[in-house]
């Protein structure tokens, strides 16, 4: 099966049992939150880190645990003083976005609509008068999301630029629930606790971070079984608590359907991170080490060194000369069929032919695979993501990422 999608949200388009490809989008750290910025910092990545906070051109080197701390408790200080010395720059290195959401027939305005950027950290609620803004929004491409009880989840890709401020009017559509106005109250029926499984097994995962993954709030969940598929819907947002990598997912969960004879399937989603409370040191540096393993020797840490050609120095081992980076010409004529892309979009995306079966081996995991079904033609964003889920087909390690197995945008910087 593979999961990814056209744009940015998470899509899952199964073609054959077990294949997995992850598409997202990417965020930047940014200092308006003390606290969360050195926990960015020292916790959100698995390794020293060079970074580059905001001042100027200098680079900081941390590599020990007494230096780092004062090395941040100077820049931090000194960042602080900057925006607030100088409110403009601050301004200007950054976009912003901002709105009203109302309701598409009535033109009632919603308070505490859900919106966020989906795969990232950052998110906020409507106020009573249904605006919302989101501050302090790094330049990039991002997939926004606006979710509320009882209507269409609204998505659009919007690509902000430095000192960009985007206004924008959204209207929600009421939703028709495809399961029909159709309660489970009391105790579980037997069928609904089957399906539930099957459900999790297949969207939460089945590797050892799913031992530690839960949903929350799974009543919300409503299923039905037809043409030997289960279709699933979720009446709300579903709480998903990830115990093994210290976070909580918010996941508007668009739409699910599996086939239980072929083990195929498609579902979209739109997850929102939110870094759980380690409690301890103990249990923060677990977090830590889980994310990493998590994330190195993934689809996205192998794409992100593919782009920038740097899968030696990452230390995959694989068959080069079977993944052909394409030419400027090349990439203008495999992306006629997709029509329409933003100029930014566009200009972001890198293409690969893929020759023939791709055994890629990393340091001691299992081995994935890229395995050539007809002429593959991807291309890659400046993010590490698959423009197209359908463009390849996984093996072996890739194969098996699920929900259980996602860190937030933010972890790849």
Known sequence: MIFGALGSPYQFYAVFTEQLVINSSNHYLTVNKKEGWIQELLSESGEPMTKEPFIGTSHLIFSHSYLRRAIIAIVLFSCLSLFKANPLWAQHDVARL???????????????????????????????????????????????????????????????????????????QPRQYMLGD????????????????????????????????WIQNPEILHFKTED???????RGTLDIENRALGY???????????????????????????????????????????????????????LLALRHGQTNRKGYVFKRSLIKRLSKGEEHMALLPYGRLSPEYRESLVGFELKGDVKVNYKHYPPSYLLKRRGEIFFVDSYGNLMDPRAVTLAGRWARERVSDLVPYEFRR
């Open 98 to 172: 901002s709105g009203i959401i109302k309701d598409a027939k009535t033109g009632e305005r919603l308070p505490a609509a859900n919106v966020f950027l989906s795969g990232t950290k950052r998110g906020t609620s409507s106020d009573k008068d249904g605006k919302f803004y989101l501050q302090t929004i790094p330049s990039g491409t991002y997939n926004l999301v606006v979710s509320f009880v009882g209507y269409q989840p609204w998505t659009r890709t919007i690509h902000l630029s430095a000192g960009d401020h985007q206004q924008l009017n959204i209207r929600l």
């Open 182 to 213: 159709v309660s489970v109250t009391g105790k579980r029926p037997k069928e609904w606790k089957r399906n539930l499984r099957q459900f999790n097994e297949i969207f939460i995962g089945s590797g050892p971070n799913a031992e530690l993954t």
């Open 228 to 234: 030997n598929q289960l279709i699933a819907e979720a």
């Open 248 to 302: 909580k997912l918010h996941v508007v969960l668009k739409n699910f359907r599996w086939s239980q004879i072929n083990d195929t399937g498609i579902y979209t989603f739109y997850p929102r991170f939110e870094r759980l409370d380690p409690q301890t040191p103990e249990i923060a540096r677990k977090w830590k080490l889980r994310r990493r393993h998590t994330f190195e020797g993934s689809l996205h840490h192998f």
